[in-house]
């Protein structure tokens, strides 16, 4: 079995059940599982072999970050000029057409690129959402890049069957027929879905929108997703626009419309949730129904401040996601962590949320919110997914908390990054492959959308 030893870190940053952090700790790894965790571990056996070391000496070890709302084809899609400025509306109705020129080639680029930005970030697990399938694009086009860079992944196969002419948001030639829908939804499952502890590649199910599908499908979605034993996931209450079209067409706000539709539980991960009310929030704490809240996507598309501090509170389960790159423009988990801790205290003030808390939402609260009770943590038995960052940098530097440090100030990459006991990044450089050949495969992709 493969053993890594990662000792004499400046601090472990467990999260396990006391969230114990570790001064002068190290960590043993064992065929992708943490077997240890300490400042004094047990003495090897004098004929144990350890395969690698990494020396953390002036580091914070940290679970790695989780990402838990994404939409990886937008990575070649930042910047562009019509919908810089938008709500979100008027933002998707400018890239609606830029996205439906994609093909299977461009998907697997934006998504190898995003992927490789994230693990540069810390992050060793992240969702998507995928809700479109224009030119022949399938849901694998994302799963084979993210076998290449070496996260764990949690795609969902998203849909869109309402468009423009029945009343929807989208273009006609972006959306699909509820039985294609369906039909490809169990396929994906069947073809992919691993629910074993350490997966490393979950499928869930994810209509795109209230405003994109019809209640059918959402409910029919959720029965299959029951029957698979996959998750559900999809946008909620992101603006006051997406608020007023639940009032207009359904008649009920959206907490009402997903528990009408069999749209809340612990299997069940909402993004955005910006405009929920206290009747929502509580709803939501007694389904154990999560939140993927994406603090910088929501400030760039002015859709306000979400209610984190009283989902906490409540005790609804509230992870991070970085949205999409059309929206956000970056993917960078620790900067989306303060932006969330600057957001509460710009909304309940200096005290309503600590780096602490910020970080803890990152790791663990992502981890709970997709249903992984095997990561998260670094804790005997539980995955053996590490970032390790040097806060010996510039970023860091006159730092009295180095823990604090990595919310408040930086630094702004990962130095080592393990994903199942694996190198993904080490030494700030992607171990998984050429950098260069992402980037010129980005750079093509995107030359082709710009014709």
């Known amino acids: 079995m493969a053993s890594i030893l990662i000792r004499d870190a400046r601090v472990v940053v467990t999260m396990d059940d006391e969230r114990r952090e570790i001064a002068g700790g190290s960590v043993l790894v064992r065929d992708g599982v943490i077997e240890a965790v300490g400042a004094d571990l047990p003495e090897l056996r004098a004929d144990e072999v350890i395969d690698a070391v990494i020396d953390a000496g002036g580091c914070v070890v940290t679970p790695g970050l989780v990402n838990t709302h994404h939409h990886l084809f937008q990575s070649l899609t930042r910047a562009v000029p019509s919908g810089q400025d938008a709500l979100l509306f008027g933002w998707l109705e400018a890239l609606y057409p830029i996205w439906a020129r994609m093909g299977p080639d461009e998907v697997r680029a934006a998504t190898a690129l995003g992927l490789a930005e994230l693990a540069l970030s810390g992050c060793s697990l992240s969702s998507d959402h995928l809700y479109l399938y224009p030119n022949g694009v399938r849901l694998e086009d994302t799963i084979e890049a993210a076998s290449m860079i070496g996260l764990r992944f949690h795609p969902t196969r ?10 929807g948001l989208p273009p006609d030639e972006l959306v699909e027929t509820e039985a294609e829908i369906l039909k490809d939804s169990s396929r994906v499952i069947d073809s ?3 629910a074993r502890p350490g997966s490393m590649l979950r499928i869930g199910l994810a209509p795109c929108s209230p405003f994109s599908v019809s209640r059918e499908l959402m409910r029919d979605v959720a ?3 029951r029957e698979k034993g996959v ?7 992101e603006n006051d626009e997406d608020v007023a079209y639940s009032l207009h067409h359904f008649g009920c706000r959206p907490g009402q419309y997903a528990l009408e539709l069999g749209w809340t539980g612990a299997d069940v991960w909402h993004v955005h949730c910006v405009k929920l009310d206290a009747t929502e929030i509580g709803l ?10 994406c603090p910088c996507s929501n400030c760039r598309l002015g859709s306000g401040i979400a209610p984190v501090r009283a989902m906490r509170d409540t005790g609804v389960k509230v992870g991070l996601g970085v949205d999409g790159s059309a929206s956000n423009d970056a993917a960078h988990l620790l900067a989306e962590a303060r932006q969330a801790m600057l957001l509460q205290r710009v909304a309940n003030g200096a005290d309503a949320m600590a780096a602490r808390e910020a970080l803890e939402i990152a790791t663990l609260g992502g981890a709970q919110v997709l249903g992984r009770d095997d990561c998260g943590q670094l804790a005997v038995g539980q995955r053996a997914d590490l970032a390790i960052w040097d806060v010996a940098g510039i970023e860091a530097a006159g730092a009295w908390d180095p823990v604090a440090a990595l919310v408040l100030c930086g630094p702004l990459e990962v130095r080592d990054l393990l994903v199942e006991g694996r190198p993904v990044v080490a030494g700030g450089r992607l171990a998984t492959v050429e950098e260069g050949h992402v980037l010129e495969d980005a750079r093509r992709a995107l030359g082709r959308l710009m014709t």
């Not at 998203?158 to 009343?167: K, V």
């Open 158 to 167: 998203g849909a869109m069957s309402i468009g423009r002419s029945q009343g």
């Open 192 to 194: 992919f879905h691993d």
């Open 223 to 225: 029965i299959l997703a």
């Open 231 to 237: 998750m559900l996931h999809t946008h909620l209450a």
């Open 284 to 293: 939501f704490a007694r389904t154990r129904t999560g939140v993927a809240h």
